[in-house]
């Protein structure tokens, strides 16, 4: 079982909430569905995915940028994950920052491709996401290819896919 350093330093404390989070979901995922691998904030470890926001990422983007680097076999050495800075929602109320969920679904996102997984296909590692203001912050979610999230979800293209780079 390889284990994955999240490096969070450089984050706000609403990105690392939702980075921490998205650890434990995913996590669970990886452990249910037989992908060896784990994520934690507990390091240094070997493997390593520094996570930034970046100010050239505008917040009405529903992504951020993954940079890998791999070794001989193909399997992650070490990631950077670029975040927008903020996130925002377009409500009946007007524009405003996003809650957590939308937050959390991003960083897991590009967790996955930090771990290699290239291809977008359905459920979380879905190319388009469409923002689902809830009530107030605490309810927005995003819908995208076959589910709404959070929770995370991983397609069984994923999974088989996960599993192959980590057994």
């Known amino acids: 079982m390889a284990t994955v350093y999240l490096d969070l330093g450089g984050l706000d404390s609403k990105w690392t909430n939702a980075c921490r989070k998205a650890e434990t979901e995913l996590n669970t995922l990886f452990k249910h569905n037989g992908i060896g691998v784990v994520l934690t904030t507990k390091g240094p470890q070997a493997l390593t995915i520094t996570v930034i926001t970046d100010p050239g990422i ?3 983007a529903l992504h951020g940028r993954t940079s890998a680097e791999t070794d001989s076999s193909g399997r992650m050495v070490r ?3 670029r975040l927008p800075v903020s996130v925002t929602i377009n409500t009946p109320g007007g524009i405003r920052d996003a809650g957590m969920g939308p ?3 991003i960083a897991a996102h590009e967790f996955v491709h930090a771990l290699g997984h290239a291809p977008h296909n359905s459920l979380l590692m879905t190319q ?3 923002k689902e ?3 107030n912050a605490a309810g ?3 819908r995208g290819t076959g589910a709404k999230m959070p929770p995370l979800k991983l397609s069984p293209e994923s999974i088989s896919l996960l599993q ?3 057994p």
Do not use: A, R
């Open 103 to 105: 937050f959390e679904v």
């Open 140 to 142: 927005d979610i995003l």
């Open 133 to 135: 203001p809830g009530d």
């Open 164 to 166: 192959g780079i980590w």
């Open 79 to 81: 990631s950077t994950i």
């Open 128 to 130: 388009t996401w469409q």
């Open 58 to 60: 505008q917040g009405t």
